[in-house]
């Protein structure tokens, strides 16, 4: 009956959508969101020995501000407040969700601009990690970005990013950190709308948890990272960045089980394509280090490629997705077993129906699997799900 009463109301807000639409007080754009998604998970636990099922019922209401100041400086910010119902041990599953950001855009003398954001989230689901377990945590992330023309086609930019990182669940809180990341990059103009770019970062790591016998945070760090790269057109049709480079990391405490320096080659790609027109084809990979806190690994490395196909015909739009990723352990469980890999795949298919511009239903299914050389790390899950949303 809730989940009724939900649908209902979102209808009756649909309805007086026309009026709510383009809604400016004292200058400020304000655009309500409303949505409900109902969907069955075949394993909500990522459990392959005993898999549990659960009807998943999730409410959002949210609203997204905007105040332009003149043609230079724009100010956006945005809240979501998002609900959880389990059909499956509702005491232990249901949760609630709150999600906000702020960013300042500035654009200012000689081609200058200025980004100034900060993102939060309070959450269940998980994070980029290897957990398969739902668990409370929270995250912040602050960060300034700039970018300058420099002499003739030469270009500089820099970025400076504060993340934070706080899990309420004490089997989980040696993930409990502070990374901070500033580094800067020249770039040079091969065409109007390209760019080629060489980027160095530095970043260090900061954990809360210390080791309970010498008192020294096991997992600090300081890393290096250097970047090469081209961004914006880069053929027909084709928009995006692509970049390679390696991490330099070193650890500030010995340990037995791992390595203290380690370097690792990486790359990311971010592509859209669209051949013809109301077709799109999104293209993502990355290679990089995750932070980890289960064996004797500090990190492991993800190589993660994705792509996603959207079509719209009419009032419906049409999509499909895959993505491949590969876990790697860079220390042995054992000294007799062999490093840990994981190999994640997803499928999914999505059909969105624009009933009005502001209210669209959609269907989606999505299959996940991850094959491990550890045989109690694997899973599969189906999920299918209902959703209808308002953008006012």
């Not at 980029?128 to 030469?154: C, H, M, W, Y």
């Not at 990190?299 to 997705?321: C, H, M, P, Q, W």
């Amino acid at each position: 009956m809730k989940n009724i009463l939900i649908g209902l109301l979102l209808m009756a807000a649909a309805q007086n959508a026309v009026a709510l639409q383009n809604i400016k007080v004292g200058g400020v754009e304000v655009k309500p969101v409303v949505s409900v998604k109902q969907s069955y998970d075949s394993n909500i636990y990522l459990d392959d020995v005993t898999p549990k099922a659960s009807n998943i019922t999730r409410s959002a209401a949210g609203v997204n501000l905007v105040k332009m100041f003149g043609s230079r400086l724009d100010l956006k910010a945005g809240y979501l407040y998002e609900l959880l119902n389990y059909s499956r041990a509702p005491g232990i599953n249901d949760a609630k969700h709150h999600t906000a950001n702020l960013a300042l855009d500035a654009r200012l003398q000689r081609n200058t601009t200025l980004t100034i954001k900060d993102d939060f989230t309070q959450t269940t689901d998980q994070a980029t990690s290897e957990l398969d377990a739902r668990t409370k945590r929270l995250q912040n992330t602050v960060a300034i970005t700039a970018d300058s023309p420099l002499r003739g086609n030469f270009g500089y930019g820099f970025n400076v990013q504060h993340t934070y990182h706080n899990y309420n669940d004490l089997a989980y809180s040696l993930l409990d950190r502070t990374e901070l990341l500033a580094g800067f990059n020249v770039n040079y103009k091969l065409q109007p709308k390209t760019k080629v770019f060489l980027g160095y970062t530095y970043g260090t790591l900061r954990y809360v948890e210390k080791n309970s016998n010498t008192n020294t945070r096991a997992n600090d760090a300081i890393y290096n990272n250097f970047d090469l790269g081209i961004t914006g057109s880069l053929g027909p049709k084709l928009t995006g960045t692509i970049a390679a480079g390696a991490q330099l990391r070193h650890y500030n405490k010995d340990l037995s089980t791992a390595k203290n320096n380690v370097t690792t080659g990486g790359y990311s790609a971010q592509l859209l394509w669209k051949p013809v027109e109301k077709t799109e084809v999104v293209l993502y990979g990355k290679r990089a280090n995750v932070e980890n806190s289960g064996g004797d690994s500090r990190f492991y490395t993800s190589t993660l490629n994705d792509i996603s196909v959207a079509r719209e015909v009419k009032k419906i739009r049409l999509g499909a997705g895959a993505s491949f990723e590969t876990v790697q352990y860079p220390e042995r469980t054992t000294a007799a077993s062999p490093k840990r890999v994981d190999e994640n795949v997803n499928a999914r298919v999505t059909v969105d129906y624009n009933i009005q511009k502001w209210l669209q239903a959609g269907v989606s299914y999505t299959y996940k699997n991850r094959a491990s050389n550890e045989s109690d790390k694997t899973y599969k899950d189906n999920i299918a799900g209902l959703q209808l949303k308002g953008m006012f």
